[in-house]
């Protein structure tokens, strides 16, 4: 990462999961982690892990869903290291259920936390990291918000601004030097199922089997640095939705067509469980 010069990255989300796979997968590289998470027991525990890996770390309280805490993020990390190379909206929940029967609290929260949040990192970090002369940007968003599957809908659709804000602020910053990665992972091994918030056990099963059954956060953390590295716009490290991805935009009214005749007829449900019992949507 030559382009990197002080190798400093700030992670929202990295007391567990995916944001402390990330952290320990630059902790390796050397790198010096802001430790951001609302779960102050969880980020003390990564920054030992962050050390053990050969990094640097230091552990600040943020709750995403407040702009104004994310604002203290931004002003503690600048204040104490002057530069940022890397900032990682990673935060996030998850809820499931059909429209009209998930709660509004849950529409609510997932923009918010998902989606709110990135918005609060980039509006705080963008214009320093433009006045230190670049920097880098990489959001998580999910396979959720480009396949837009049943009974997701208000995680679909937060999953999905991101991407499109991503989409948004690649062309825009490029003039800052500030490259921006949006990485869209479908199931994979994190903690993120323990505290869904669900109105339908079927994506309930089909999420716990996907996660027990995909590769590690390790694995999905390693290609996506390795996007970053590469100043790659999407990271997307499952082949299976890099194969559904494809279909969708070049067959859109296809990939539509199937599922709805699948759902219609009974099949699509437990087609969906078997193909996540073979590890084939988390692969």
Same mark, same amino acid.
């Given at each position: 990462?030559?382009?990197?010069?002080?190798?400093?990255?700030?992670?929202?989300?990295?007391?567990?999961?995916?944001?402390? %796979?990330?952290?320990?997968?630059? %902790?390796?590289?050397?790198?010096?982690?802001?430790?951001?998470?609302?779960?102050?027991?969880?980020?003390?525990?990564?920054?030992?892990?962050?050390?053990?890996?050969?990094?640097?770390?230091?552990?600040?309280?943020?709750?995403?869903?407040? &702009?104004?805490?994310?604002?203290?993020?931004?002003?503690?990390? $600048?204040?104490?290291?002057?530069?940022?190379?890397?900032?990682?909206?990673?935060?996030?929940?998850? %809820?499931?259920?059909?429209?009209?029967?998930?709660? #509004?609290?849950?529409?609510?929260?997932?923009?918010?936390?998902?989606?709110?949040?990135?918005?609060?990192?980039?509006?705080?970090?963008?214009?320093?990291?433009?006045?230190?002369?670049?920097?880098?940007? #990489?959001?998580?968003?999910?396979?959720?918000?480009?396949? &837009?599957?049943?009974?997701?809908?208000?995680?679909?659709?937060?999953?999905?601004?991101?991407? &499109?804000?991503?989409?948004?602020?690649?062309?825009?910053?490029?003039?800052?030097?500030?490259?921006?990665?949006?990485?869209?992972?479908?199931?994979?091994?994190?903690?993120?199922?323990?505290?869904? &918030?669900?109105?339908?056990?079927?994506?309930?099963?089909?999420?716990?089997?996907?996660?027990?059954?995909?590769?590690?956060?390790?694995?999905?953390?390693?290609?996506?640095?390795? %996007?970053?590295?590469?100043?790659?716009?999407?990271?997307?490290?499952?082949? $299976?939705?890099?194969?559904?991805?494809?279909?969708?935009?070049?067959?859109?009214?296809?990939?539509?067509?199937?599922?709805?005749?699948?759902?219609?007829?009974?099949?699509?449900?437990? #087609? $969906?469980?078997?193909?996540?019992?073979?590890?084939?949507?988390?692969?």
């Amino acid at each position: 990462m030559d382009r990197f010069k002080t190798k400093t990255a700030v992670i929202t989300g990295a007391g567990s999961g995916f944001g402390r %796979a990330l952290a320990l997968n630059l %902790a390796r590289k050397g790198w010096r982690i802001g430790i951001a998470d609302i779960n102050d027991a969880g980020s003390k525990e990564t920054l030992k892990m962050v050390e053990q890996a050969g990094g640097k770390g230091e552990v600040f309280h943020v709750d995403v869903a407040d &702009s104004l805490s994310v604002k203290k993020m931004a002003d503690h990390f $600048y204040s104490k290291w002057n530069r940022v190379d890397l900032l990682i909206n990673n935060a996030g929940i998850a %809820a499931a259920g059909g429209i009209g029967e998930s709660p #509004l609290q849950d529409w609510k929260a997932l923009m918010e936390i998902d989606y709110l949040s990135v918005v609060y990192g980039c509006h705080e970090f963008v214009p320093r990291m433009r006045a230190q002369g670049g920097g880098h940007i #990489l959001n998580t968003a999910s396979g959720a918000g480009m396949l &837009s599957l049943p009974y997701m809908g208000a995680y679909n659709a937060a999953k999905a601004a991101v991407i &499109s804000l991503s989409e948004t602020i690649r062309v825009e910053l490029a003039p800052a030097n500030i490259g921006v990665t949006v990485v869209c992972p479908t199931f994979f091994n994190t903690g993120l199922i323990d505290d869904i &918030s669900s109105t339908s056990p079927w994506i309930e099963e089909v999420a716990s089997t996907g996660f027990k059954n995909g590769i590690s956060a390790e694995t999905v953390a390693k290609r996506t640095i390795k %996007a970053v590295e590469k100043n790659k716009l999407y990271a997307i490290p499952m082949i $299976y939705l890099k194969i559904l991805w494809l279909n969708k935009r070049l067959t859109p009214g296809i990939y539509y067509a199937l599922p709805t005749f699948l759902h219609k007829h009974g099949i699509m449900k437990p #087609l $969906y469980l078997k193909l996540a019992q073979w590890g084939v949507l988390s692969h």
